[in-house]
């Protein structure tokens, strides 16, 4: 007869293992179509992994920006809207004439 503890043990570890090996079969395969992977996805576990964090760290970026918008007003929202128009078109214009 086996012990309860034993068993939950070994059932936890298990299911810890095939959570691991879960994850790192979707990082290591190439998530670029046109790019051929290695056998055992090291450089692509690593890629994949740093496209994350940058992933994330655009999130929080983003939240950031969507909360300092919240704290303006339509005046200065639009103030601003209007600013980011004039510099582009700036820059469309330098483009343009080089």
Same mark, same amino acid.
């Given at each position: 007869?086996?012990?309860?503890?034993?068993?939950?043990?070994?059932?936890?570890?298990f299911?810890?293992?095939?959570?691991?090996?879960?994850?790192?079969?979707?990082?290591?395969?190439?998530?670029?179509? =046109? +790019?051929e992977?290695?056998?055992?996805?090291? !450089?692509?576990?690593? $890629?994949?992994?740093?496209?994350? %964090?940058?992933?994330?760290?655009?999130s929080?970026?983003?939240?950031?920006?969507?909360?300092?918008?919240?704290?303006?007003? =339509? +005046?200065?929202?639009?103030?601003?809207?209007? !600013?980011?128009?004039? $510099?582009?078109?700036?820059?469309? %214009?330098?483009?343009?004439?080089?």
């Amino acid at each position: 007869e086996f012990q309860p503890a034993i068993v939950a043990t070994t059932s936890v570890a298990f299911l810890v293992v095939g959570l691991l090996g879960i994850t790192y079969s979707i990082f290591s395969t190439s998530w670029d179509e =046109d +790019r051929e992977g290695s056998f055992f996805g090291i !450089d692509e576990a690593k $890629r994949n992994l740093d496209n994350v %964090k940058q992933g994330l760290g655009r999130s929080r970026d983003n939240l950031v920006a969507r909360e300092k918008m919240a704290a303006l007003s =339509d +005046r200065e929202i639009d103030t601003a809207i209007a !600013d980011l128009n004039r $510099r582009e078109a700036a820059q469309a %214009k330098k483009e343009e004439s080089e």
